[in-house]
């Protein structure tokens, strides 16, 4: 029934895409309990009122059918029963009159029953349905004629005296199309559907014959069938792309019968399998499609009429039947230029539609595609585009013609899928052995691969076998070739750790690599690709040294280029999303292939023993963090092997490589970066995505800024310190040397003693102890191992080649490089590895700059002055040159340093640049960095205007650093003592170890919402690598430090606290409303707070039941402890962004070069005086803007716009409370925000 909730497909077979889905929710059951009644009663009034208007139709739908059955019945029946071709039917049997009697008196009850229950729930509102329903019973007791039917007329022609006009204008309306909202419409008559004959829409009745009832499905709330849409739609999608359009509609009609399972279906899954058939001409298909889409009262779209005039462009249709189909189009409230200026589609879509138009309307001429012209209207950053004079932006040491190679080979290396590079590690001599080892595993995978292939296609035939119209993996399994599917399992399985992976982990990945291999494969065999050549080809003109110069930004001179090429790839590259349920579910499919698969003889590495077959891969189970894990571990015999083999290869996915031309600038919120592999511009959780629909949706112009300081970052080349790198390989393979972050190989992991140090045999407890700390040791060795491995393999592929990093960002707009193991984000050991790629001179100033960035790396001088650094640095002049010239035999100064491999690299391009003819023309590739003070208290204060704040984190101007976490260490001292005098023996036991490094990441953090707990656990961290400090009181003197922290950080920045407060109290109550955080950045981006009441959804499957935890669901509700915790540092975090986009675009304008490590700025030495000055007067320029006020209002309109006069008297009260607190803005100190421009120590 109708008004029962969808509670969970439940389909059976290892194939089925929902297997066994039961959905958990943290709510209380009360709360839920209230939440289901009210959407009970809706239901009701909903079924009910559908039901009047089903029975009002009631006469003409038994007319209807009734004709259908008769023009079914055989030529041999029609034989035997000659009444039948005089028009009239076979007097029925007695047993068929009692059938029908029975069934009206169960009828009648069913109504009285509607009817009691609809006045019960409604009370007065019931009685003018009940009046209807009266009349429609008194109708229906009226006595009915029995249709009569001619001989010989085809089926489906109406009887005499009827036009199809009537027959269709009284056909019934399903109850779910009368009760939909506004985006469905009520059906259409078919005659207004031009392209079908009469005789062809009476095939358009839904055969409701063996159309069992569909599995009911569990989600609640406004999103609660989404991932269900969207596994329909990349399953019709899918069907589509492997030419099996009558796959794809026999699903949509198993959807579309059903009045329950019609409710998933939107007007995107019509258009899908219309598109599919109008590629075939078949034109009957797509105007079935386009009624059933009217009957399930849609509205068709502008891509629904593209489809049918694409289809009649391939067939011989008459024009009377295209023109009907236009005024159609016209009635619908569309344009015909509509569809050739708001939409794009491929050239060959475009141009069989224009040859039906063409056949109507010869004089028609497309506009060209172009896009709204946009402005952006953020006043922070509309100067920037509005009132500007013409600039020379910087280009590229490079010429067209080799950027358009580079190009090439970019587009080579992501069409193929995959990349495979040498490893670093030390090759070992080619023993008999190792030769053996080799020849063996070839031989073991070339059998894995023909079983792989073998199993595979059986498993797809017996899926292919079940045509019942019902989701499954099928089309999934056939999107790429079969031994694509295999190449990407041995892939797994040549890179599966030796403890074993999730069984989650392994499916996502594999569903993932499917997924994204099947979008290159789509984009690669349309026209797209040479859309983008085109383009791009001339877009290296803006970068080039060869062309000249241009006053675009690079997104404006790409669209510029769209609209000259009247073609807009940009927005042809929106693909059909693959859930995240759907990708584990295809993945747990491969890895039951795998695991089941998969086999080799026991006695391989011993002959001697006897044989038999054993599985490659176990299925095992283990604990972590007291939960239940599958593991998927290899069997020790493979990992002995591959150890033996010592390959020296690996294998990435292509976007683990920097690109090895400029990024696609982005355009779109969904094209930009690399050119095959998709990309989102901003990266989210799995399974989320409504920050991706906000972007969508957010007006055009307002994310200019954000995309053209995004395309900043990414068009920064890079290149490898070679020197650096090839020491860095000679102690990576010389066992690792941990104190200089280079993990040694898991060989040298600790083994697990047997003995007391005393001498005495450990307990049986204690040695289980033991051993388990040695395997968490181990294992973490292993990983820490295997990414130095990958990051230093990649640098060494890199070594000879300029490279790129796109950029891309989260959802508080903070950016990251899409590249995940080797990138400028990383640690010490990856920044010392690269260089830019452009050298400029260093100038007058550019070596001191290098010398007091050297001083900065060691740590020391922190108190010091900029003058006092390079005198030091002048100092020590010695150190740096025996550093730079003897790294590993001489003195080894720069080993003691904080940033070790920073320093040695800067030490060597000091003794460079010394060493040159002329300093000052010396051209230097080496990144200089400014780091923020604290940056996080730095917005605070300024936010506050808090005086007291400002002067502790530099942003007043000072002869010497202000080192904030110095102050709030002595702050912490005077409380000691005075609690000490007092007789408390813990702060006596701390006398001399309150020091700075004790408490600065417990004061860099608080600021970024760590709690107590949090912060209690990070000075305990502290507190342990002190030797002198007594182990047994460590928890003790944690407790009381976090607390005399928390104590001072409130004395010396009381504006903080109490904007903090403000943040985390609107929070809560906006979370406790039961709607989530949300507000606009200063630049325009909007951010939503992705954190909700946790679900689990479990998938089954032959090898264990997968359980699938999300916290990201927007149909439960929020979780306010995570929405009021995360608010304060999310909203700082948008903040920081904020400052280094401007920063970055303003520096673009004027030349530079320009990265960041999110507070930390890196230039050339040349610019950083520069650099500087843009910084301090973009902080200033965005802190003048009314943040807290427009985030007040921004809240108030949001939350507080409607009265909630049906809530109850708690709910009443906290929204009252949540108006009061957004009224009552912190008050702001004295603080002159423009005293930060003459800061020396603001960024140094």
């Known amino acids: 029934m109708s008004m029962l909730k969808l509670q969970g497909v439940l389909l059976r077979g290892t194939e089925s895409l929902w297997v066994g889905v039961r959905n958990y929710s943290s709510a209380r059951a009360k709360e839920e309990a209230r ?3 009210v959407c009970e009663q809706a239901e009701l009034l909903e079924v009910l009122e559908a039901r009047v208007k089903q029975l009002q139709a009631d006469n003409v739908s038994e007319v209807v059918v009734n004709q259908v059955q008769l023009s079914r019945k055989s030529p041999a029946l029609r034989e035997q029963d000659p009444k039948l071709d005089k028009g009239s039917a076979a007097p029925p049997s007695r047993w068929i009159a009692k059938l029908t009697k029975e069934k009206s008196i169960k009828h009648k009850r069913l109504l009285r029953l509607e009817a009691k229950l609809l006045a019960a729930a409604l009370g007065p509102k019931a009685k003018p349905l009940l009046d209807r329903r009266n009349a429609v019973q008194v109708a229906e007791s009226a006595p009915k004629p029995h249709p009569k039917v001619s001989p010989g007329r085809p089926r ?3 009887p005499k005296g009827q036009t199809p006009d009537k027959i269709k204008d009284r056909r019934q309306t399903s109850p779910a199309a009368a009760a939909r909202g506004s985006s469905r419409r009520e059906p259409l008559g078919a005659p207004e559907s031009p392209w079908n004959t009469p005789a062809e829409r009476e095939e358009l009745l839904p055969d409701w014959e063996g159309a069992g009832e569909m599995p009911l499905l569990g989600e609640e709330g406004g999103n609660q069938h989404r991932n269900v849409q969207l596994s329909i739609l990349a399953y019709l999608d899918c069907c589509v792309f492997l030419r099996q359009p009558e796959r794809a509609q026999q699903c949509l009609r198993y959807y579309h019968r059903s009045h329950a399972r019609q409710k998933l279906l939107d007007t995107r899954m019509y258009n899908v399998v219309m598109h599919g058939f109008a590629k075939m001409g078949a034109l009957k298909q797509v105007g079935q499609l386009f009624c059933l889409l009217e009957e399930a009262g849609l509205k068709p ?10 289809c009649m462009g391939r067939t011989r249709v008459r024009p009377d039947v295209i023109s009907r189909c236009l005024q159609q189009l016209a009635k619908d409230g ?10 794009a589609y491929s050239g060959d879509e475009v141009k069989m539609a224009l040859k039906a138009i063409w056949r109507v309307l010869p004089r028609f001429q497309p506009p060209p595609p172009r896009r709204q012209t946009e402005v952006c209207t953020v006043p ?13 932006y910087p280009t590229l040491d490079f010429t067209a013609q080799e950027l358009k190679g580079q190009f090439q080979k970019q587009l080579e290396m992501e069409a193929s899928s995959t990349v495979t590079i040498d490893s670093v590690e030390a090759t070992k001599p080619l023993t008999e052995q190792v030769v053996q080892a080799r020849k063996l595993l070839a031989t073991l995978r070339s059998r894995w691969q023909a079983a792989l292939l073998q199993h595979l296609r059986e498993s797809k035939l017996h899926m292919d076998q079940k045509k019942s119209g019902q989701l499954s993996l099928y089309p999934f399994l056939c999107v790429l070739e079969d031994k694509e599917y295999v190449d990407i399992l041995m892939g797994i399985l040549s890179s599966l750790p030796q403890q074993g992976e999730s069984l989650l982990t392994l499916a996502r990945e594999l569903g993932t690599k499917v997924y994204n291999k099947f979008l290159i494969q789509k984009k690669s065999q349309g026209q797209l690709v040479e859309g983008i050549r085109k383009i791009y080809g001339s877009y290296v003109r803006l970068l080039a040294k060869d062309t000249p110069p241009d006053n675009y930004l690079p997104r404006e001179y790409w669209e510029q280029l769209e609209a000259k090429a009247s073609c807009i790839p940009s927005l042809a590259t929106k693909e059909c999303t693959w859930p995240y349920s759907l990708l584990v579910q295809l993945g747990l499919h491969l890895v039951e292939l795998l695991v089941h698969v998969l086999k080799m003889e026991s006695n391989l590495l011993t002959p001697g023993q006897e044989q038999k077959l054993i599985p490659v891969l176990y299925h095992v189970y283990s604990f972590r963090s007291g939960r239940q894990i599958g593991f998927i571990r290899p069997h020790p015999i493979l990992i002995r092997l591959l150890l033996e083999a010592a390959e020296t290869t690996l294998t990435f996915d292509p976007f683990v490589i920097p690109m090895l031309c400029p990024p696609v600038p982005w355009v779109s919120p969904h094209f930009g970066a690399y050119i095959l592999t998709p990309t989102k511009l901003m990266r989210a959780v799995e399974g989320t995505v409504h920050h991706q629909l906000q972007l969508e949706r957010s007006p055009r112009g307002n994310l200019f800024s954000i995309m053209d300081a995004l395309n900043q970052l990414g068009n920064c ?11 860095v390989i000679a102690i990576f393979n010389d066992k690792g040397d941990e104190k200089l972050d280079i993990p040694p190989p898991p060989s040298e992991a600790p083994q697990p003693r047997t003995h007391f140090p005393e001498g005495g045999p450990l307990t049986k407890m204690a040695l289980k102890r033991e051993m388990a700390q040695c395997r968490k040791k181990a294992v973490e060795m292993y990983s820490l191992r295997m990414d130095a491995l990958y990051k230093l393999s990649i640098a060494k592929h890199m070594r000879d080649r300029v490279f790129w990093f796109p950029h891309n960002m989260d959802f508080r707009g903070r950016t990251y490089p899409c590249p995940p193991h080797f990138n400028h984000l990383g640690g010490d050991l990856t920044r010392a590895i690269l260089l830019f790629a452009e050298g400029k001179p260093l100038g007058p100033h550019g070596l001191d700059w290098l010398k007091i960035h050297l001083i900065n790396l060691t740590g020391l001088k922190k108190r010091s002055s900029l003058r006092g650094r390079l005198a030091y640095a002048n100092e020590i002049m010695a150190d740096i040159l025996d550093s730079a010239d003897q790294p590993l035999t001489g003195r080894k100064w720069w080993m003691s340093s904080d940033e070790p491999w920073q320093t040695l690299a800067c030490c060597m391009e000091i003794a460079k640049a010394t060493r040159a003819p002329d300093p000052a023309a010396y051209a230097s590739h080496f990144p200089v960095h400014q780091d923020g003070s604290c940056n996080g208290l730095q917005h605070y204060a300024a936010l506050g205007r808090d005086v007291i704040g400002a002067s502790s984190v530099n942003l007043t101007p000072c002869s010497v650093p202000q080192d904030v976490y110095s102050g709030v260490a002595q702050q912490v001292e005077v409380f000691r003592k005075q609690d000490a005098e007092q007789g408390v023996k813990i702060a006596q036991l701390l006398e001399g170890f309150i020091e700075r490094k004790v408490v600065k990441q417990t004061v860099m953090t608080v600021v970024y919402g760590v709690t107590r707990y949090g912060g209690r656990l990070q000075i305990e961290k502290r507190l342990k690598e002190i030797d002198e400090f007594p182990q047994e009181y460590v928890w003790e003197a944690s407790y009381y430090l976090v607390r005399q922290v928390f104590k001072s950080l409130k004395e010396m920045f009381s504006g903080t606290r109490e904007i903090q407060g403000w943040l985390t109290e609107s929070a809560r109550l906006i979370a406790r409303s039961g709607r989530t955080v949300e507000w606009v950045t200063p630049l325009g981006l909007p951010v939503i707070q992705p954190y909700h009441r946790s679900k689990i959804t479990l998938l089954k ?4 039941t997968v359980s699938l935890k999300s916290r990201h669901d927007t149909s439960q509700k929020p979780n306010t402890v995570k929405q009021k915790n995360a608010f304060p540092p999310n909203f700082i975090h948008s903040l920081d962004s904020t400052h280094m986009m401007l920063t970055a675009l303003y520096c673009h304008r004027r030349g ?7 507070d930390c700025y890196w230039t050339h030495a040349l610019t950083v005086d520069i650099m500087n000055q843009v910084c301090r007067e973009q902080f200033v320029e965005l802190h003048s803007q009314p943040i807290l006020e427009d985030l007040s209002r921004f809240m108030l309109q949001k939350y507080c716009i409607r009265c909630p006069t049906e809530w109850k008297k708690k709910q009443a009260t906290e929204y009252r409370r949540l108006v009061q607190l957004l009224h009552q803005i912190p008050e702001k100190g004295d603080f002159d925000l423009q005293k930060v421009k003459e800061s020396t120590y603001f960024f140094s």
């Open 35 to 37: 939440k289901r009644w």
């Open 156 to 158: 489906g022609r109406p």
């Open 301 to 310: 779209s502008l891509d629904s009429y593209v489809a049918v005039l694409e």
């Open 334 to 343: 569309f344009q015909l230029e509509d569809l050739f200026q708001d939409s």
């Open 380 to 392: 922070l950053i509309q100067d920037f585009y509005v009132k500007r004079e013409p600039v020379s």
């Open 717 to 727: 080349p890079w290149k490898i310190n070679q020197p650096i790198l090839d020491i």
């Open 1101 to 1104: 499957n032959s090898l264990q």
């Open 1152 to 1158: 530079l070069t320009f990265v960041s490590v999110h």
